[in-house]
Nanobody, 121 residues
Framework: QVQLVESGGGLVQAGGSLRLSCVASGNILRSNVMAWYRQVPGKQRELVAVMTSGGDSNYADSVKGRFTISRDSAKNSVDLQMNSLKPEDTAVYHC???????????????WGQGTQVTVSS
């Protein structure tokens, strides 16, 4: 099993910055994918940023140039630096880890409990 614990959410004015952190513990494989998703009430959870254990990353178009994802493999952690925040970034942000024990197994997906980010206008 894998546990994910997020921290760093809060209230910030538009144009401000926040940094989210997520630490994973448990049976973590060397090869995995960690990501940040966000969700607002009544809408589907959307991918914000993702990074593989090899360092490849990708971002939602809405956050490109403003958000940066980073990982520390030694600490099994993933951070999300959010700059130039907008009111539409307000959401609950969830950390996610995907890993596959063997090629013939479907990937296992783990989620943190989420951290609230609120951006005031």
């Amino acid at each position: 099993q894998v546990q994910l614990v997020e921290s760093g959410g809060g209230l910030v004015q538009a144009g401000g910055s926040l940094r989210l952190s997520c630490v994973a513990s448990g049976n973590i494989l060397r090869s995995n994918v960690m990501a940040w998703y966000r969700q607002v009430p009544g809408k589907q959870r959307e991918l914000v940023a993702v990074m593989t254990s090899g360092g490849d990353s990708n971002y939602a178009d809405s956050v490109k140039g403003r958000f940066t994802i980073s990982r520390d493999s030694a600490k099994n952690s993933v951070d999300l630096q959010m700059n130039s925040l907008k009111p539409e970034d307000t959401a609950v942000y969830h950390c996610n880890l995907n890993q596959q024990i063997a090629p013939w197994n479907k990937p296992d997906s783990y989620w943190g409990q989420g951290t609230q980010v609120t951006v005031s206008s």
